[in-house]
């Protein structure tokens, strides 16, 4: 597949996770590395939704370590527990933020950020990572946004 998406602005949020979905899969097919493939994930959603911030952090000696990523500067390392994404974490669960200031010890990489979703990333049952998006505008995320991402990041092959 060539490396353009065909991004699609005037339709619902659900069409355009349809129709970028299949987009994703085509760029991961046949290819084995994780970065470059959390990479083309977080470039695919950027560019789909134009959202401030989407990215990983992968689980490493017990902490979150910032992975690929499209968006400004970020946290480079999270602790299990702390802020929106070490609570996913810690609690191996999907969490949507409507107003992150509202979010109990928060980290704020940046102020721009006004709500958030995050989910784990899973192999073997245990959670080896999270996806983490950010929106500059409040309550962005939604149920459909947590089913729809969580189709994205079951595309991921962590064993490959």
């Not at 998406?5 to 994780?34: M, N, V």
């Not at 370590?65 to 999907?94: D, H, M, N, Y």
Request: with cysteine.
């Amino acid at each position: 597949m060539a490396e353009d998406l065909k991004i699609i602005t005037a339709a619902s949020k659900e069409e355009q996770y349809i129709s970028l979905i299949p987009q994703i899969e085509a760029l991961l097919d046949g290819e084995t590395d994780l970065v470059a493939n959390l990479a083309n994930i977080a470039a695919a959603l950027k560019e789909q939704f134009n959202w401030f911030w989407v990215g990983f952090y992968l689980v490493k000696h017990d902490e979150l370590v910032l992975g690929p990523f499209q968006g400004p500067v970020a946290c480079t390392r999270i602790a299990k527990g702390r802020g929106v994404c070490g609570t996913s974490w810690a609690k191996a669960e999907t969490l949507i933020v409507p107003d992150v200031d509202a979010f109990p010890g928060h980290i704020a990489c940046s102020s721009a950020s006004r709500s958030e979703i995050v989910l784990p990333l899973f192999s073997h049952g245990e959670v080896i990572g999270v996806l983490d998006v950010d929106s500059a505008e409040l309550n962005e995320f939604d149920e459909t946004d947590a089913l729809f991402l969580k189709q994205v990041i079951d595309l991921i092959k962590f064993n490959a």
